[in-house]
């Protein structure tokens, strides 16, 4: 199994502002992928992160909000851009290798204010 | 674009009751997981089920994946205060690498001593 470690936990921010969250995992994994998670509902793929190259965006998001780095096997970051409060969730990393199971990290909770 | 319908959305029983939450959907998937997720973490697996018409037990859990691979179920026996949290049905669509998942809205469990 694979253990995810994201950073930070959770933040207050203020609208406007920009917020990089981390992503660290503890071996090489195949998949990274970011998910967000509004409150009381189910989780929403954001992007897929690719080692090297430019992340694959799901319909209704954007590099230029959501920029996403990954520029090894086992790390990435999602940064927030301008927020505002419609912002305000939870968002989680996730990671799996070739042909396995997906793990989560526990997520980072973004209040925007 | 896949979607799965997971019922009810909301669940509220006493311990020691039965109960089943349904996750749905028109696609075929070729695998489905079940996620459990509490307040302040990230989703934790459960179970994966695969092949179509299997079904997986997992103490007092029981998971079934239609015969299809399009329909599954939960079925939890003599529900546990511990029960309490958010459940999420998620269908994979692995190739190779690929490990994208699609999420259900998830079914809040309160079960209530």
């Known amino acids: 199994s694979a253990v995810i470690s994201q950073k930070p936990s959770r933040d207050i921010c203020q609208r406007g502002t920009s917020l990089t969250i981390q992503c660290q995992v503890d071996?090489?994994?195949?998949?990274m992928f970011w998910y967000r998670q509004q409150p009381g509902q189910s989780l929403t793929l954001i992007a897929t992160?690719?080692?090297?190259?430019?992340?694959?965006?799901e319909s209704g998001f954007v590099i230029d909000k959501f920029p996403i780095s990954r520029p090894n096997l086992t790390f990435s970051t999602l940064t927030v851009s301008n927020m505002s409060p419609e912002d305000s969730s939870i968002y989680l990393c996730?990671?799996?290798?070739?042909?396995?199971?997906?793990?989560f990290g526990q997520g980072t909770r973004l209040t925007v204010v | 674009t896949q979607l799965l319908e997971q019922s009810p959305q909301f669940l509220s029983i006493q311990e020691g009751e039965n109960l089943t939450v349904y996750c749905n959907s028109s696609?075929?998937?070729?695998?489905l997981q079940w996620y459990r997720q509490e307040p302040g973490e990230g989703p934790v697996l459960l179970v994966t089920?695969?092949?179509?018409?299997e079904v997986k037990k997992l103490k007092r859990l029981t998971f079934q994946f239609g015969d299809a691979r399009k329909d599954s179920s939960l079925h939890i026996t003599a529900a546990q205060t511990g029960d309490t949290g958010l459940y999420l049905c998620?269908?994979?669509?692995?190739?190779?690498?690929?490990?994208?998942?699609?999420f259900g809205k998830g079914t809040l469990l309160t079960v209530n001593p």
């Open positions: 996730s990671a799996s290798a070739a042909g396995q199971r997906a793990f």
């Open positions: 071996s090489q994994v195949t998949m």
């Open positions: 696609s075929v998937f070729s695998s």
């Open positions: 998620a269908g994979a669509n692995s190739g190779g690498s690929n490990y994208k998942l699609t």
């Open positions: 089920v695969v092949t179509g018409g």
């Open positions: 992160a690719n080692q090297g190259s430019e992340a694959t965006y």
